[in-house]
């Protein structure tokens, strides 16, 4: 039986509670182990992260914050570093582990979208075993015995056997460096990519995007009916990552000359604090959503923010 891995990549985890895209940090770790320098902070803002926004349209979804809910990110992100990205939704087995296979075998990771282990979002792929019937990686749930019960290797990666059925969505391939643009380039791409993020409506059929998904979830938190607190709260916490991640884009703004938008994403970047204290990440807060008007404030905080936001795409030509 044929194993293979890439040694040493940086873990993937929730240790870092400031820090909590399974995306980015899968996108960083993938880099640096692949030669580049760089950090949470700026993967976060140049590829579009830090300006994104998603809501279901289907009611309470604790994946709002899935990079496949924004998948005009993908192309650009790799870009920015100089290398090309390549999407391939889910086949059969046999195609998905050689095309897996073969990525780890260059000594390119692979970010799965959705699966693998079943409750993640994204996953980052760093060998395999067994002919490719186990894949080797990181995930923050594979530090949650509920959701990952499979003993990790000794190496530290998760090892997960089965892994095509729970594979919902599709894998992104990393192809080789062609060169790097210039900072100037990547900024005016980052820029265009920042306007299409807020102000198109609509990326995937399934979900809100930009000004709308602000809209949608005040709208759903006061619209909404519901039994019991579990999932009103539960989707606000996982969505509440996308908002925690506003913070990393006023900095990036400001190395790269406009000052008028970091200006905006600061005044942002207090509101989304803010929505962390309203109804705060620890489950502690069940009781409020026993009562719409205990809601309200954290919906007008939204809906400030989105108002922010339009006025920064205002500001982009």
């Known amino acids: 039986m044929t194993r293979n891995l890439i040694p040493g990549l940086q873990k993937v985890d929730w240790s870092d509670t400031a820090r909590q895209s399974e995306y980015v940090n899968s996108v960083v770790s993938a880099l640096n182990g692949l030669g580049e320098k760089t950090n949470y902070d700026y993967v976060c803002a ?6 994104a926004a998603s809501f279901s349209k289907e009611g309470w979804d604790f994946g709002n914050q899935r990079a496949a809910g924004i998948p005009i990110i993908f192309e650009h992100t790799f870009k ?4 090309g990205v390549t999407r391939r939704f889910k086949s059969d087995f ?7 296979m073969d990525s780890i075998d260059r000594g390119f990771p692979v970010i799965t979208l959705g699966g693998i282990i079943p409750v993640a979002n994204e996953c980052l792929i ?3 075993d067994n002919d ?7 995930n923050p749930f594979m530090y949650i015995e509920d959701d990952h019960d499979e003993p990790h ?8 056997t089965g892994w095509h059925e729970n594979m919902r969505d599709s894998m992104l391939l990393i192809g080789e460096k062609t060169g790097k643009p210039p900072k100037e380039a990547i900024f005016a791409e980052t820029l265009k990519l920042i306007k299409c993020l807020i102000t198109r409506q609509m990326l995937v059929p399934s979900h809100h995007n930009g000004l709308a998904a602000h809209k949608a979830f005040a709208s759903a938190l006061m619209g909404y009916e519901w039994a019991d607190s579990f999932e009103p709260y539960m989707s606000v916490m996982c969505t509440y990552k996308m908002y925690l991640d506003r913070q990393y884009a006023a900095k990036f703004l400001e190395d790269n000359g406009r000052n008028d938008l970091a200006g905006i994403y600061r005044e942002i970047a207090v509101l989304c604090r803010k929505l962390g204290e309203l109804i705060p990440q620890d489950f502690s807060a069940f009781d409020m959503f026993g009562d719409k008007a205990n809601l309200k404030p954290y919906c007008d905080t939204l809906l400030e923010i989105c108002s922010l936001e339009e006025r920064a795409a205002d500001l982009i030509d």
Do not use: N
């Not at 140049?46 to 300006?51: E, L, R, T, W």
């Not at 490719?132 to 990181?138: E, I, P, R």
């Open 132 to 138: 490719g019937a186990v894949l080797l990686g990181y």
């Open 126 to 128: 760093s060998g395999y």
């Open 94 to 100: 046999v195609t998905d582990s050689r095309l897996i």
């Open 153 to 160: 290797d000794d190496t530290g990666y998760f090892r997960k």
């Open 80 to 83: 920015a570093f100089g290398y």
């Open 46 to 51: 140049v590829s579009g992260s830090a300006f």
